[in-house]
C-alpha cells in the first residue's frame, strides 16, 4: 500500500520559475514530513523537514507548505536554478517503528537555463 | 564526521557469484537501512535493523539476500547467489529512532551482475 503518493513524477521549469511538489498521506500517525534532493550518482541528501504543528517552513529558497486536514505537504522552490535540477523524495515518519520513513516516488525537476 | 560510508562504490560481478556489500552508519546513530534504487522500481526498502537487530526484512526479495548488523558500526548485506536482476544502486543510511529525525545516506554502492 502506497501511503505517501507524490505528484508530478517529472517537472521542467524554467530558470527562475517556481517549482511544486506535492505529497499527500494517509496515516495520520505520521509527525514527521522530511524532503531529500538526489543528484545523480549520489545518495539522497535531506534537504529540509517539517513537524506538523507549523503550517510552514522555509530556508532559503525552499519552503515547506503543510496542510494537517487534507493530509498535504508540498515543496516549493522559488528562483528555481539550473543547480536545483535533481530528483526530490518526500517522505513521513512516525515516532515509532524505529525512525523508518515512508517515502513518495520521486519527481525528477529539470530547471532550464 | 565523515557521514555513512559505503564500500565498495562500484562493483562488478558475474552471475552466481557472491557479492557482500558493506555499511559503517554514523556513529551514535542507532537504526540502519538498507535500500535498493533502479529506474524501474525505484527506491525500495530491503531490511532495517535498531540497535542492531533485524526490525523489518519483508523487502528482502529472496533467500538470496541476507543482511547482519554484528555491532553498531558495521552491517552488511550479501547476495549468494547474484543474478543480473539484481543489478541497481544499493543504499544504507542510518538515524537515530528517538524523536524525529531525517537519514544520512550513504554514496551508494552499485552492483552489476554479468
Known amino acids: 500500500q502506497q501511503q505517501v503518493k507524490q505528484s508530478p513524477q517529472s517537472l521542467i521549469v524554467q530558470k527562475g520559475g517556481i517549482s511544486i511538489i506535492n505529497c499527500a498521506y494517509e496515516?495520520?500517525?505520521?509527525?514527521?514530513f522530511p524532503w531529500y534532493q538526489q543528484f545523480p550518482g549520489k545518495g539522497p541528501a535531506l534537504l529540509i523537514a517539517i513537524r506538523p504543528d507549523v503550517s510552514e517552513k522555509k530556508e532559503g529558497r525552499f519552503t515547506i507548505s503543510f496542510n494537517k486536514s487534507a493530509k498535504q505537504f508540498s515543496l516549493h522552490i522559488m528562483d528555481s536554478q539550473p543547480g536545483d535540477s535533481a530528483t526530490y523524495f518526500c517522505?513521513?515518519?512516525?515516532?515509532?517503528?524505529?525512525?523508518?520513513?515512508?517515502f513518495g516516488d520521486g519527481t525528477t525537476l529539470t530547471v532550464k537555463p | 564526521d565523515a557521514g555513512v560510508i559505503q564500500s565498495p562504490r562500484h562493483e562488478v560481478t558475474e552471475m552466481g557469484q557472491e557479492v557482500t556489500l558493506r555499511c559503517k552508519p554514523i556513529s551514535g546513530h542507532n537504526s540502519l537501512f538498507w535500500y535498493r534504487q533502479t529506474m524501474m522500481r525505484g527506491l525500495e526498502l530491503l531490511i532495517y535493523f535498531n540497535n542492531n537487530v533485524p526490525i523489518d526484512d519483508s523487502g528482502m526479495p529472496e533467500d538470496r539476500f541476507s543482511a547482519k548488523m554484528p555491532n553498531a558500526s558495521f552491517s552488511t548485506l550479501k547476495i549468494q547467489p547474484s543474478e543480473p536482476r539484481d543489478s541497481a544502486v544499493y543504499f544504507c543510511?542510518?538515524?537515530?529512532?528517538?524523536?524525529?529525525?531525517?537519514?544520512?545516506f550513504g554514496s551508494g554502492t552499485r552492483l552489476t551482475v554479468v
Open positions: 543510511a542510518s538515524t537515530v529512532s528517538w524523536g524525529n529525525y531525517g537519514y544520512t
Open positions: 496515516n495520520t500517525a505520521f509527525d514527521y
Open positions: 517522505a513521513a515518519n512516525t515516532n515509532t517503528n524505529a525512525g523508518k520513513s515512508t
